[in-house]
């Protein structure tokens, strides 16, 4: 099997980083396209490896494609994608030329940032002495304020969203954003699409916003490969 990283545009880089079995991997020029590949990979041996091996195996492959992305915009693919032969491949990327050319310009300088915001949420605290009618009233009133938090915290994730737009020129850049709220807990994670060249620029206007929100704790990770912003 032909074990696929990650679709670049043409040249072909010039690092050759190890590949998943320890080899050095290749590259496969279809056209405008370049595939990251490692040939001879057996895809259903990877499937049977043990837990920890196998973890090792798909942090490999995340870290092959983020020291790729270093250098050149590309299209990172699934742990594991693979085809049966060098023609298959080549049949793929002629197939999709254009829809992955159009993929590589619209990415081309951007970067994805997973944004994780952590809230300090008020004490809110029922009084063990209440009873009866009291006690009720009160649970009411501590659940409604729950709820008004929520709904701040919804808001001020749209409202630091929004500063982020309103920091680029929209005429140049098309910021995107993805929201993923944590289960059970005031942690926030937005997945943001951005260009690398202006993220200083950014987290700097966004200090201010922030020093205005001081019950939010906010860190944004180094520039990813964009996984969660793929047509």
Known sequence: MIYTFAILLAPAPA????GITGKPIQYLRSDRLIAAIEPDVDIEALKLLPEQSLMQAIVHHDRL???????????????GTA?????????????????????????????EFLITGSAIAPKSEVATDLRGKDY??????????????????QQEVLAYRQTITDNLNLDL?????????TQGSEDVRVYALLPRSQVA????????????????QISWSDALPPYHFLN
Do not use: M
């Not at 009133?141 to 938090?149: G, H, K, V």
């Open 15 to 18: 690092n050759l980083p190890l």
């Open 65 to 79: 494609i983020c020291e790729l992305f270093n250098n050149r915009t590309l299209l990172p693919l699934r742990f």
């Open 136 to 153: 009720l009233l009160a649970k009411r009133s501590q659940y409604l304020q729950q709820e008004q938090w929520r709904s701040q915290l």
């Open 173 to 181: 850049y098309k910021p995107e954003f993805q929201h993923v709220e």
């Open 83 to 111: 085809f049966v032969s060098i023609s298959a491949l080549e049949t793929y990327l002629q197939e999709e030329n254009e829809k992955l050319l159009a993929s590589l310009q619209r990415l081309d300088g951007y970067a």
């Open 201 to 216: 620029q950014l987290q700097q206007a966004l200090r201010s916003w922030e020093d205005q929100h001081s019950h939010w």
